[in-house]
């Protein structure tokens, strides 16, 4: 599986839209790119994946550029309880177990 | 529906005594995987199984590390003689199967410490 890229902290203000890069320059045709989180201590929770089209759920939008080399996570409205690490992981369609890297970590402030 | 149920949430063992982790998966996913995570690091694939069936253990420490998922019954991962460097967070996920859209639902983890 590609191997992917993200700073290793960022700060961003409570009710202000925060947006996570990621880089994943060497993805291939069949991999996914996938975002969890992990609130400190608990396990990791899946937020949103996408191929090639930008997604949205509930939780976040997922911005995927055309050549695909890297995406970006868009939490609109950023609260406290959105503090936790973020990781970007790409994955293959068939079985491509998920390869955790140190991710972003991400503190909301008042 | 309940998630991915683990248990206990914490664990204390001694040196040279056995951890037994379980892990029941959501109701209707057959894919089970096991994460550790040390203290300070991030998260180590450890293991994927299917109901009675090992897929994929290359993360496994070669020793003293076994994990199951029988035919009825949680998945179970079972540490024999512990030693201090096996604290750790240790997560289980489940999924119905391997497709992309399939995202993995993780538990809450069992702690374990080795005294």
């Known amino acids: 599986d590609a191997k992917t890229t993200q700073p290793p902290s960022m700060d961003c203000a409570e009710g202000r839209a925060a947006n996570l890069p990621c880089n994943h320059s060497?993805?291939?045709?069949?991999?996914?790119v996938y975002w969890y989180r992990q609130i400190h201590s608990q396990g990791p929770q899946y937020i949103i994946h996408?191929?090639?089209n930008n997604e949205t759920n509930e939780m976040a939008s997922l911005i995927i550029t055309e050549d695909r080399k890297s995406s970006t996570l868009i939490l609109p409205h950023a609260t406290l309880r959105d503090t936790a690490v973020y990781y970007c992981?790409?994955?293959?369609?068939?079985?491509?177990?998920?390869?955790f890297g140190a991710g972003t970590q991400v503190v909301v402030t008042p | 529906n309940a998630g991915v149920m683990q248990n206990p949430r914490h664990l204390v063992r001694r040196r040279g005594q056995e951890a037994r982790l379980r892990c029941s998966p959501m109701?209707?996913?057959?894919?089970v995987y096991w994460y550790r995570q040390l203290p300070e690091e991030g998260l180590k694939f450890m293991v994927y199984?299917?109901?009675?069936?090992?897929?994929?253990e290359s993360g496994m420490p070669k020793e003293r590390f076994s994990a199951e998922f029988p035919k009825e019954g949680p998945s179970i991962l079972r540490i024999q003689q512990v030693v201090r460097g096996d604290s750790a967070a240790y997560f289980c996920?489940?999924?119905?199967?391997?497709?992309?859209?399939?995202?993995?639902?993780f538990g809450s983890g069992t702690r374990l410490t080795v005294v």
């Open positions: 996920a489940s999924s119905p199967g391997t497709g992309a859209y399939y995202g993995y639902t």
């Open positions: 060497t993805i291939s045709g069949n991999e996914y």
């Open positions: 996408g191929l090639k």
């Open positions: 992981i790409v994955k293959a369609d068939s079985w491509g177990k998920l390869q």
């Open positions: 109701k209707g996913h057959s894919h």
């Open positions: 199984l299917q109901k009675e069936n090992i897929i994929d």
